[in-house]
Every structure is written in structure tokens, then in C-alpha cells.
């Protein structure tokens, strides 16, 4: 696969997604906040803005697109929230929307999320609930939140029972993924949301996974091959989201990996100095590869092929690998009981028949999930 001319060096890429009466496109390049504040103002002239982001981001980001919405003539109220995964709980959600309110936003007005999958999945629910529905906009400031979770409209906060079981499917009105904003993250930060990239090509689409396998370090260093990387993640999403909006069919497939992945989130309490949702969708990733091998769909070849490049990109690939430990079988499956792919108390898993061949497995027994997870916890992965 080679980077086609539209992610040269200061290319712009729109990637539409097609909802009736409720599509958006995803705009993708270098230096576009400029450009957002540009689109908001023709979208809702004279409309009033709420910006929501997070300490972190509000210090590295927030005043360079503060001054693009002042040039555009646009008003604005800033709203900062902590950063981190605890910050998608009921006590925050509520402090959003007294907020919002607190600022006047109606329902012609506009929130943008301009931060991480955190800022944008606590924003859109707000957003969502708020006069009953009012427009958002997501400005991602991480990879993961660029190639997954900016995209789609499924909003929500966590609850101790799970991760992302409160929430609304709530289509952002704009995308601006700035790819450019990537270069403040921490190689952790990014390493973590290359595991949402790769994801894209493990699902249904090898040729791409063949690219990452070459690529996986001109992604990181930034250029072009990062905006590749971005849109066909993009593209791929928005195809499957036009298809399914709303997860009754083929979008669970971008689950690939989650059902592990929630439950050592909330083993680990959701704890990011222990583990950050990517690190836990690498380690699903990984797992339902090898569990796949286990019940014989998936040959040993592929399913090593994706934990060595997991390794090779310096990501976490086994169980003993979450720090302070991902706790016993019996534990990892009874927190798999509260995934939202549950149905009727039946586990649902997406497995995979090789690389870019991933499907739905409905009725997976959870006494074979338990003999593999504990397999898993004896050989730290080495089946591989």
C-alpha cells in the first residue's frame, strides 16, 4: 500500500460520513484549527460556543483555538475538566451540563470537545441531554480519539458496573482531526492509539496491516504517513458507522479486542498510571488473536504475527503485562459479564479467521473464555 497523493505534506482530506439527515464530514491535516473556527462560523453564524477540554490540553491547545474563534468573530465560554478516565463519571457529567447552562449555550449554539476520547465522550453525552439536544463538534486531540472514538457518535460516561454503559448515540455535527495537534503527546499517548489504528487492518482490511508492519514508525515520527494512517482509519469507520449507526450488525466488529480490553479497565479501576484504554485494546487485540488460535479458527502463524507487532511497536501484548496484575480468570470473565455485546447473559465475542478476517461470535461459553484466560495466565502468551 502505497500514500496516495491527497496525504502529501500539507494536503487537507474530508472523509464524509454518510447518516441521512444527519451526515458530517471528518476534515484530516496539519494545522487546522484556524480552519474549524472558519467552518463554525459559516455552519452558525452568530451562534455562541462552549469549548470543553481538560487541564492538559486547555494549556497546550485552547488559546491558539481561542484566538482562531476570535478572528471569525465568534463568542465563546471555555470549560475545563479534570483530565483522565475518572473524569467520565456521573459527578462530572452533571458539573458539565450545570455549565453548559451556566453559559447560556442553546439549542442553536454549538459544544465542541476539544481534547482526548475522555473530553469528547463526556462533551457528546452532555451535549446530547442538554435542551434535549444540541450541536457538537469534536476536535480530537489524541491519535486514539482521531481514528475511533471522535467518529460515530457514541457518547457516554462510566459506570462501577462498566465502561461506556451510561450514554446516548449523538452525531457530532463536525470532525477536525488536526494531526498536527499529535505532536504534543507523550510516546506512551501515541503508542496507545496506534493500537486503535492497527485495529483497522486486523478487522477486515490486511493490506493495511501490511503497511503498518512497515510503516508503524514513520506513524509515530508524524509526515505523511500519519495522516495516511489517520484517514484509512477514518474511511474505514465512517463506512462501517454509514452501514450500522447504531451497533445492531457489523459495527460490533470495531469492538475487536474491547471485551478484554473493558473488563482489565475496570480490574484496574481505571487507573491511566496502570493502564490507558489502548494499552488494554493492544492486550485484547493480542488475546482474541490467540484465543482465536485456541478454539482453532485462526491459524498460530497470524496470531503471532500480531503479538510480535504489538512488541515490535512497543505496546503490551499479555496479561502480565498490566502492571499490578489483571487479576484472576475467574475475575477478567465476571467483568466481561456487564460488555454491552452481552446478550440475554451470553457472551459475544469478535474473533478472527486470520489477519483482516474478523467476525461476530455469538454464545462463546464462558467456560472456554475462563480455560483460556487462565491458560493465558500461566504461560504469560508464550503459546504464541
Known amino acids: 500500500m502505497t500514500i496516495p497523493a491527497d496525504t502529501a505534506p500539507g494536503a487537507r482530506i474530508v472523509v464524509p460520513v454518510a447518516l441521512e439527515g444527519r451526515a458530517y464530514d471528518i476534515q484530516i491535516g496539519r494545522h487546522q484549527l484556524c480552519e474549524a473556527a472558519r467552518l463554525i462560523a459559516a455552519m452558525a453564524p452568530g451562534a455562541k460556543v462552549a469549548v470543553v477540554t481538560d487541564e492538559r490540553v486547555a494549556a497546550l491547545h485552547a488559546p491558539a483555538f481561542e484566538a482562531c474563534l476570535q478572528q471569525e468573530g465568534i463568542g465563546f465560554t471555555r470549560i475545563t475538566v479534570p483530565p483522565g478516565e475518572a473524569t467520565k463519571s456521573y459527578a462530572q457529567f452533571i458539573a458539565l451540563c450545570d455549565a453548559l447552562l451556566a453559559a447560556k449555550i442553546e439549542r442553536d449554539d ?55 454503559l451510561i450514554g446516548a448515540f449523538h452525531q457530532p455535527a463536525l470532525v477536525i482531526a488536526d494531526t498536527a495537534l499529535l505532536d504534543t503527546l507523550s510516546e506512551r499517548e501515541f503508542k496507545a492509539g496506534y493500537a486503535e489504528v492497527v485495529k483497522y487492518g486486523l478487522i477486515d482490511d490486511p493490506a493495511f496491516f501490511d503497511w503498518c508492519e512497515v510503516n508503524w514508525s514513520r506513524i509515530i515520527a508524524g509526515g505523511p504517513e500519519r495522516d495516511h494512517a489517520v484517514a484509512v482509519a477514518c474511511k474505514a469507520k465512517a463506512a462501517i458507522v454509514a452501514r450500522d449507526e447504531r451497533e445492531e450488525g457489523d459495527r460490533a466488529l470495531l469492538n475487536l479486542g474491547h471485551t478484554f480490553a473493558h473488563a482489565l479497565e475496570r480490574l484496574t479501576h481505571y487507573d491511566s498510571a496502570r493502564l490507558v484504554h489502548g494499552e488494554a485494546v493492544a492486550i485484547g ?16 502463524q497470524d496470531a503471532t504475527r500480531v503479538s510480535r507487532h504489538l512488541d515490535a511497536v512497543g505496546l503490551p501484548s499479555t496479561l502480565q503485562q498490566v502492571p499490578g496484575g489483571a487479576g484472576t480468570a475467574q475475575e477478567i470473565v465476571a467483568a466481561m459479564g456487564q460488555d454491552k455485546k452481552v446478550r440475554r447473559g451470553v457472551l459475544t465475542f469478535i474473533l478472527a479467521r486470520g489477519i483482516g478476517q474478523s467476525f461476530i461470535a455469538h454464545g462463546v461459553a464462558a467456560e472456554e473464555v475462563t480455560a483460556f484466560v487462565e491458560a493465558e495466565l500461566a504461560t504469560n502468551g508464550q503459546a504464541r
Open 285 to 300: 487485540l493480542a488475546l482474541a488473536f490467540r484465543f482465536s488460535q485456541r478454539l482453532g479458527l485462526c491459524s498460530g
Open 110 to 164: 454549538i459544544v465542541i470537545a476539544l481534547g482526548g476520547g475522555v473530553v469528547g465522550d463526556l462533551t457528546g453525552f452532555a451535549a446530547a441531554v442538554l435542551r434535549r439536544g444540541v450541536r457538537f463538534i469534536q476536535i480530537p486531540t489524541t491519535l486514539l480519539a482521531q481514528v475511533d472514538s471522535s467518529v460515530g457518535g457514541k457518547t457516554g460516561i462510566n459506570s462501577s458496573h462498566g465502561k461506556n
